[in-house]
Structure formats: structure tokens, C-alpha cells
């Protein structure tokens, strides 16, 4: 759909309009301290993971309403993803869900993600539904299960979720846990994490050794009581007794209202334990809407703790994984990753240009006021003509929503797929 000529086309009659305001931020004083060029390339180098169970329509418990021409197979996801990367070139690779993706054609998987210049990011393992004659039921919990033979097959599930990775070259392998209980007594608290704990280290001593194991937490739901992997320093005590292969996942919508996130990234970006995100954006739970749509600010100040921590020699190098995890019920699901991906390029480059000299100097002499106004200045400042010159430069759309509209993909993908196509996932 997007040829690099047809590309070409959508952008001519944007492109004076945008060297204009380009310029215009690139020589704003109240940038002189900033290298625009270096973070325009950072822009560039930022890639973000989209999950494949996020490109149909996804629904509530009170209802799904789908979009049209949504991706059936994993062959139609995959060139989906293909649409957002030659529209953003900032979305590389995809994180794939099983059962729900499991691959069956590889070496045409395989040449089909070098078309689209994909790659498979994450596998993500699913022991929180009972597929078709499944031997053992997942209702009373997985990994943490009291009975050996439910965990035994949870355990044998994420073994193969490694399989069927590794058969794509992917090379993480994301475990998100609905176990927990609704009443107080169902469950033994300790017993289960212990359960949980030793279950993990099977999959762990399965898992090759340049693999990454992601434990993701989330304070409720489905369970409404506990959760067996609450929060941060669950997964982290989990993480830290397994290996150096294992990290934290943070997902956004996975946390308490007015949970301090960004002080949760710092913590996480110390210890060496920060394995990745799952990017969306909640008002209330675990929402799963349009990353930076509810509170822009705050991805703005998790991005502030990334950039920083990557500039502190003190802190380890980390390979975090930047995914997106989210779940579309009024928005076509490729505009809404469009606007995440733009909203998450958005707040890194807000947080590449905070003048971190002024801000230290003013947090070390607690001029409250001065470091407020350091990182408010940042935030405020109008930064999509760099992340439009980054898209540009990429090979990509100035305006990558507004091509993907003037193309009129979705009409194109019903007349494909037919209005009923249904994307397998949430
Ligand atoms: C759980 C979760 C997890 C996924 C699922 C799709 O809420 O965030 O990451 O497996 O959503
Ligand atoms: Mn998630």
C-alpha cells in the first residue's frame, strides 16, 4: 500500500510546511542547550513493539464492535504491522500471543517478515483461558496451581511458547499470570508465590540462555482478592531468585491510582531489572486505550527517569523491550497504534530535551521552582516536527495517520477480508 514513491506523493505537499516549522524548533532558543540532530536520530533508532492481539477490535464483557477487514491469520497481522512500519518506520517488530498466533507455514513467516522488515519481538505465553480439550482447567490458577498436573501443563505451555519462538528468532518470552484468588481464604498467600516461584525456575532452566524471561505483574483482575505477582517487587523478588535472564515487565494500565510509575522505572533502571513495557493509557484500571491519551505527563516523566538513567554510568546497561499492549473498541485498531507510537516518540523526545545540567544543579540546590520549570519546559514544548523530521528521514510518512486515512486502508482491508473478518486475541 505504501510504496516509497507513493510515500513520496503523500508527503510533497507537506513538506515545506514542515521543513518551516522544523527549522523553526530546531533553532528555538529555549532548545540551545539541546543537540536537536542527536535526538531527531534517537527518534530514528526508537522502535516499538505491536502486539498481534491488538490489530482487530478488541471488547468488553458488555461488547465488541468490529472494525471491518480485520487480520484472521498471522500472515494478515504480520502485514498489517508491515502498513505501521512503512507509515512510522518506528514499529519493527511484532510480540505474538499463543495460542492465539501459533505458526504454522515458517519459512514463508520467515520471508514475509524480511519483506515487511519485521521481526518477532516477544512470545507471550497464555495460561489464563482453557483451549479445547485442554486436559487440565486453568480457573483455580496456572503456574501456582495446587494441583501438580495443571502446573506441570503450565509449565509445558511455556515451554513451547519458547519453541515456537525460537523457530521465528525471537528471543523473549513475556509470562503475564491471572492467578490469584476472589475471597479471602481461597487461597494460602505464600504457598501459592512458592508454587509460583518454582514453576517459574522449571520454564527458567527450559529457556535457552540468550533468551529473556519478562514477569509481568497487575494488582487485580480476573482475580478481585489477590493476584499471585501484585506488583513491581513480587516480580522483581522473582526475577532476582531465577537469573540474570529474568526481568520485570511494567505494564502501564497494571498499576493502583496515583501510583508513582515513573519512581517504579528509576527503582527498576537501578536494580538492572527493567526487562520492558507494555505501553497503553488508563484513567481508572487496567483500560488499555491509547498510550499517553489519559496522562501524557506521566509518560512524559517515565521517559524523563529512562534518558536519565541511560546518561548515569552508575546504572547498567539495558536492553528494554518498548511494547505496546492495548485493546480497541471505538478507534480503528491501526489509527490507535498510530497515535500510541507517536504519543510514546512524542514523550521521549519531550525527555531528550530537559537541560539535565540546569536540572541537577537545581535539584542539588532544592530550587524546587527551577527544576519544575526545567522539566515543564521540556514537556511543553511542541515536539512533532522532530518526530516528523525522524519519520521523514526514516523513509516514512510526515503525517503517518494522515496518509494512512488519504489511502483508505481500512476501506481497502474490508474489501480484502470482508466486513466480518475477525482478528483472533482479546
Ligand atoms: C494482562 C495483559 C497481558 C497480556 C494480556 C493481553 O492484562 O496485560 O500482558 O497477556 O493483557
Ligand atoms: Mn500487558
Aim: aromatic share 8%; with cysteine; proline share 4%.
Amino acid at each position: 500500500m505504501f510504496s516509497d514513491q507513493r510515500l513520496a506523493e503523500l508527503n510533497q505537499p507537506l513538506l515545506a510546511e514542515h521543513q518551516t516549522q522544523f527549522q523553526y524548533t530546531a533553532e528555538s532558543p529555549r532548545l540551545r542547550h539541546a543537540d536537536v540532530a542527536a535526538v531527531v536520530q534517537k527518534l530514528i533508532d526508537f522502535q516499538v513493539a505491536i502486539p498481534s492481539w491488538a490489530l482487530g477490535t478488541g471488547g468488553t464483557r458488555f461488547g465488541r464492535f468490529a472494525a471491518g477487514g480485520e487480520p484472521a491469520t498471522l500472515e494478515d497481522k504480520i502485514s498489517d504491522v508491515g502498513i505501521l512500519q512503512a507509515l512510522n518506520r518506528s514499529s519493527n517488530s511484532i510480540s505474538l500471543h499463543i495460542p492465539w498466533d501459533i505458526p504454522q507455514d515458517i519459512p514463508g513467516l520467515q520471508q514475509l517478515l524480511k519483506e515487511k522488515g519485521l521481526v518477532i519481538d516477544s512470545v507471550n505465553s497464555n495460561t489464563f483461558q482453557d483451549q479445547k480439550d485442554q486436559p487440565q482447567s486453568y480457573k483455580f490458577g496456572s503456574l501456582s496451581h495446587t494441583d501438580k498436573a495443571v502446573r506441570e501443563q503450565a509449565i509445558q505451555h511455556n515451554i513451547d511458547c519458547v519453541r515456537y519462538g525460537r523457530q521465528l528468532d525471537a528471543k523473549t518470552l513475556t509470562i503475564w499470570l491471572a492467578d490469584g484468588s476472589n475471597f479471602p481464604g481461597q487461597s494460602h498467600l505464600r504457598r501459592a508465590f512458592l508454587r509460583t516461584q518454582e514453576s517459574l525456575a522449571a520454564i527458567y532452566e527450559a529457556m535457552p540462555s540468550d533468551w529473556t524471561m519478562l514477569v509481568e505483574y497487575k494488582p487485580y483482575e480476573p482475580n478481585f482478592y489477590s493476584m499471585v505477582i501484585p506488583d513491581w517487587g513480587t516480580s522483581l523478588a522473582l526475577c532476582q531468585t531465577l537469573g540474570q535472564q529474568a526481568q520485570v515487565l511494567v505494564d502501564l494500565g497494571h498499576h493502583l491510582p496515583n501510583t508513582n510509575i515513573e519512581q517504579i522505572v528509576g527503582r527498576l533502571r537501578q536494580f538492572g531489572r527493567l526487562g520492558g513495557f507494555h505501553f497503553n493509557g488508563s484513567m481508572y484500571g487496567d483500560d488499555d486505550l491509547t498510550t499517553g491519551s489519559i496522562k501524557p505527563f506521566q509518560l512524559f516523566l517515565i521517559f524523563n527517569e529512562l534518558v536519565d538513567a541511560a546518561l548515569d554510568s552508575s546504572v547498567p546497561a539495558e536492553a528494554v523491550a518498548y511494547m505496546i499492549d492495548a485493546s480497541h473498541n471505538v478507534k480503528d485498531p491501526l489509527e490507535d497504534l498510530l497515535q500510541s507510537v507517536e504519543n510514546i516518540l512524542s514523550a521521549y523526545a519531550k525527555a531528550l530535551l530537559v537541560d539535565r545540567e540546569a536540572l541537577a544543579e537545581a535539584q542539588d540546590t532544592n530550587d524546587v521552582v527551577r527544576a519544575e520549570e526545567i522539566l515543564r519546559d521540556a514537556f511543553l514544548t511542541d515536539v512533532r516536527p522532530l518526530v516528523s523530521e525522524a519519520y521523514l528521514r526514516a523513509g516514512g510518512a510526515i503525517r503517518p495517520l494522515a496518509a494512512f486515512r488519504a489511502e483508505g486502508v481500512r476501506e481497502k482491508l474490508i474489501q480484502q477480508r470482508g466486513k466480518h473478518s475477525v482478528s483472533t486475541g482479546l
